[in-house]
């Protein structure tokens, strides 16, 4: 069965760095495209960032382009947040899903992202 386990998030100052891993399994990932998405507190669902099968291709939410950055191995098959210059706007459980956006079939259980000084 598919499965999408995320991991990296915690406590980050403001400006900080933090840098979330997926792990995934169950299906063959080097074919689909995945992607970032995360819940603040009393918000909606928020997509972040999404990236091509190959990698070829990223994509951002306005709110995180120039400060996050995602990537996959697809020999590990992991998919990557690196994100900097952390605000305390960007805290969020963060999740991995499966598809591209909007068009999720699967998702993790999501990792807590804290910005606070």
């Known amino acids: 069965q598919v499965q999408l386990v995320e991991s990296g998030g915690g406590l980050a100052q403001p400006g900080g760095s933090l840098r979330l891993s997926c792990a995934a399994s169950g299906f063959t990932f080097s074919s689909y495209a995945m992607s970032w998405a995360r819940q603040a507190p009393g918000k909606g669902l928020e997509w972040v960032s999404g990236i091509y099968s190959d990698g070829s291709d990223t994509y951002y939410a306005d709110s995180v382009k120039g400060r996050f950055t995602i990537s996959r191995d697809n020999a590990k098959n992991t998919l990557y947040l690196q994100m900097n210059s952390l605000k305390p706007e960007d805290t969020a459980l963060y999740y991995c899903?499966?598809?591209?956006?909007?068009?999720?079939?699967?998702w993790g259980q999501g990792t807590q992202v804290t910005v606070s000084s």
């Open positions: 899903a499966k598809g591209s956006k909007g068009n999720y079939d699967y």
